[in-house]
């Protein structure tokens, strides 16, 4: 990797309280990482290429901790239905042509030259069902240089019987992308998938949570977003004290590295085990707002610790764009402020921004900052 | 003004329940009206000059029916606040910026040319106090060939030193605009602009309500957007059953055409009074957000027959993109729904570009849509 000095304005948050701002100094970048922002470029420096960037921002690259690649075609349509009713009218038909590679890899490369032209350089994404379409997927996104998390979908009940996969399948073309991508590409990794509990029997949640302690693999799912769906999940386990309690029966919930998407309706035992286990929430005001599900109380999971991140949620998010989920993050954030007798303060400027820069980056390990021992910064 | 066939795919909403769309056909202006939609083009139009718009939407000009021009610099900026002292801390001490014409000429160039770059060809905005500045923003539109009402603003209580005006003086500044501009453009016309009930003595309203009666010349204002603001226009006039009573007490309340601004928290009785006298509701759901002010139940006003536009309201609203406002429209609609049980229904898509275009067009005459005779659409 090339060594290059960028100049312009530089912002990040180093925390999520506070903008930090070097007008017209260089970010200098090693080996791809970041080794300091100076007023003048010190000697050590003078031989790197400078790309001058004047009176632009110089920016963290923006981090979309959910989205769904095979509903790109469906952006900005069919959003007059709420979740379940979504997902079985215009969602898994879509999710279905991805068996066809042809029509995959035409999706796949506007999307990913969408997220790189949008600034998003790394996201956490779910694929479909479909194995070798994955596989697509995840070698595209190492052909883009950009950050991936990357997961094959997991459903074996309650879909379209183009999409219900047998157990044992479904576990056997997880394990095989594992093996295969874990070690493959420093940026782009699997990601344990399986869709949401109603879309998983018990037998293949334990299985996907054995796969994800065997090979230390993190997980992603959706966790409740509407009431709806929480209720049905309650009708499906009624054994388990709720919705997450299912996920952490089965190690998806926090054993290894783990984002729920949503948390529109958690009770506070869900909220304490999200605590405890550090899983990420995964905030998409905009799908939220699109589908109809709801406010997220976002401030109550900063105020207890939990780590949050944003997610555009293509397509239940009608927008790649990040500062418009931003934008949405604050705005709803605001509504629930005035919905909670003014007790759930606003997000802030600063804390939108770094919900969408190392809020969901710190998933990846150091991304989404410019933090820098402050000797360096001159 | 000339002639000319534009050839794309037609998009508008003859009534806010339905798209109408002809792909790949030719829209025909004649002297600046639009005289028919045709597969091909007819004899009698062969000679007009064509412009080729393949696989590009052609769709009415939006229509921002409710702006603050002199607030255009605060774009974005200072949204950590509710509207009371929103306008205290940041939007009055922009506001009287604009004694300075050199000042006003780059902003309001700036905001003029993005209106047309974000294809919003009709607006209805509020200037500052200034007379002056008002008469430039009025003749940088007429330049730009962009339909607007404009209106320079009225406070005589309850702002700061530098926007407080003379009573007297403020009808005289504002009558001198009327006479001037009524009649100077078919495009540009002047509005009648208190800036609301607790920014203007009873005398001044009276007076500008005679204004608008002698010269038939439409009002704009602002009603019940915050909680504390109608809780303030309660103190200061407990004579009056409501908010809107004040207005229409003094003949600026559908008198002459008449737009509200946000409508939030109306009364049964203001509601009645809006419907009866045909006043405009300018929802400003960005806005509304931003400031924290709440979700105006747009349903009920639809149900009811009272006519609604949708207003970027910048700088309350962050953006001038009259898409960003649909959305954010639908977006509120929805929080609505859940909020009432699911009793308000949320916006459809038609609904959303109906209000962006004709439902705000329809304050300046046929402007928002194609409506067409049938014979005229082949």
């Known amino acids: ?16 309280d506070a903008f930090k701002t070097y007008k017209d100094h260089y970010l200098v970048v090693e080996d791809g990482k970041v080794v300091g922002i100076f007023k003048e470029l010190k000697e050590e420096y003078k031989n790197y290429p400078v790309k001058e960037y004047t009176d632009k921002l110089i920016i963290p690259g923006f981090v979309d901790i959910h989205l769904h690649a095979p509903q790109y075609p469906n952006l900005g349509l069919g959003l007059d239905k709420e979740l379940i009713p979504w997902l079985n009218t215009y969602t898994f038909p879509e999710e279905a042509k991805y068996n066809d590679l042809e029509y995959a890899e035409k999706v796949y490369r506007r999307l990913i030259y969408d997220l790189w032209r949008k600034g998003t ?32 979908v997991n459903m074996d009940r309650n879909t379209i019987p183009e999409l219900s996969e047998d157990t044992e399948k479904s ?48 997980v992603q799912s959706h966790l409740s977003e509407n009431t709806d769906e929480v209720e049905w999940v309650k009708s499906l386990h009624p054994e388990f004290k709720d919705y997450a309690s299912v996920y952490n029966a089965y190690n998806l919930f926090g ?14 035992n869900e909220l304490d085990l999200m605590e405890k286990n550090q899983v990420y929430a995964a905030h998409c005001p905009n799908s939220n707002y699109n589908l109809s599900s709801g406010i ?16 555009s949620d293509v397509s239940g998010g009608h927008s790649l764009s990040m500062p418009s989920v931003m934008v949405a993050a604050i705005q709803a954030s605001k509504m629930k402020w ?35 021992p402050q000797k360096m910064v001159k």
Chains 1, 2 share one sequence.
């Open 171 to 218: 576990l056997e073309d997880t394990e095989e992308i594992i093996k295969e991508y874990n070690d493959k590409s420093s940026l782009v990794k699997p990601i344990i998938t399986p869709r949401f509990v109603p879309s998983c029997t018990e037998k293949l949640m334990k299985g996907l949570g054995d796969l994800a302690i065997r090979y230390d693999i993190p």
């Open 1 to 16: 990797m090339s060594s290059i000095a960028l100049k312009g304005d530089i912002v990040f948050t180093p925390n999520k």
């Open 296 to 311: 997220m109380p976002v401030r109550k999971f900063l105020d207890k610790g939990i780590p949050v991140g944003l997610g």
């Open 255 to 268: 054993q290894t590295k783990t984002i729920m998407a949503h948390c529109i309706y958690n009770t506070e």
């Open 338 to 372: 005035l919905e909670t007798n003014k007790e759930l303060k606003p997000l802030t400027s600063s804390e939108a921004f770094f919900l969408a820069t190392e809020g969901g980056g710190s998933f990846f390990g150091k991304v989404g900052s410019f933090i820098l």
């Open 121 to 152: 350089t790394s996201s956490i994404v779910y694929s479909s069902i479909h194995k070798e379409g994955t596989k697509l997927l995840m070698d595209l996104f190492i052909d883009s240089n950009l950050r991936a998390y990357v997961g094959k």
